[in-house]
């Protein structure tokens, strides 16, 4: 049994995650910021704690995520405003990285997108342009740490239902697009895999059965 905190806990990657993690026995905490969202991730066998990680400290969050095996991040604050996507996907996931190295949670799965990185070439005028900033920082954080990372770089989510099958790696091109069931899948398939530590795993849907395509990424 592995103990999973899931950072962002009531988005819909989140809970289809929390799903399959406590189906196979996982213990499994999702962290939200809405008390509202408590009975939608307890439906899942996840225990919801409810914590804002856009306002707490490195100490607060190593406080919500101490005595676990792995941090999955899979918080966002949804776009449209720079200045809360600067303060959640970079600031608060950088002092998540820091919290899980203070508490010895050494593993650490980032959800992240497909190009993200320094290079991400998101012009400044683009309303994207503030996430790819605030990705870039924290994926670049994480892999400077000394934690057991793992980053997903799914290209544009749908919520059409999972094939179980991907394609990784490659060059993301106009029209590519993944399922949240898929993204939730290949986050379960990385946990159990101690070969993924340090791979930037990116992918769309594809003809390759997720435990075979992650295998080979």
């Known amino acids: 049994m592995t103990r999973v905190a899931i950072i962002g806990g009531h988005g819909k990657i989140a809970l289809k995650l929390a799903r399959i993690l406590t189906d196979r026995g996982d213990q499994v905490t999702s962290i939200i910021r809405n008390p509202e969202h408590v009975r939608d991730v307890a439906e899942t066998g996840a225990e919801p704690v409810v914590a804002d990680v856009e306002t707490l400290d490195v100490a607060g969050i190593a406080t919500a995520i101490a005595d676990h095996d792995a941090v999955v991040w899979s918080a966002g604050a949804g776009g449209g405003n720079p200045t809360r996507t600067y303060a959640v996907d970079r600031d608060a996931a950088i002092r998540s990285i820091d919290a899980a190295a203070k508490v010895g949670v050494r593993r650490y799965v980032m959800v992240s997108y497909f190009g993200a990185g320094p290079d991400h070439g998101v012009p400044e005028d683009n309303s994207f342009y503030a996430y790819a900033e605030a990705k870039a920082a924290a ?4 892999k400077a740490s000394d934690l057991d990372w793992t980053i997903l770089g799914p290209s544009r989510l749908t919520d059409e239902p999972g094939s179980g099958r991907i394609s990784v790696g ?4 106009a029209g590519d697009e993944v399922s949240r069931d898929n993204v939730a899948a290949v986050a379960a398939e990385v946990l159990a895999r101690p070969e993924t530590v ?9 003809d390759t059965p997720i435990p075979d395509a992650v295998a080979r990424a």
Do not use: A, P, Y
């Not at 490659?170 to 091109?173: A, L, N, Q, V, Y």
């Not at 340090?198 to 594809?206: A, M, R």
């Open 198 to 206: 340090h791979k930037v795993i990116e992918f769309n849907d594809g």
């Open 170 to 173: 490659g060059s993301r091109t």
């Open 139 to 142: 994926d670049s954080h994480l």
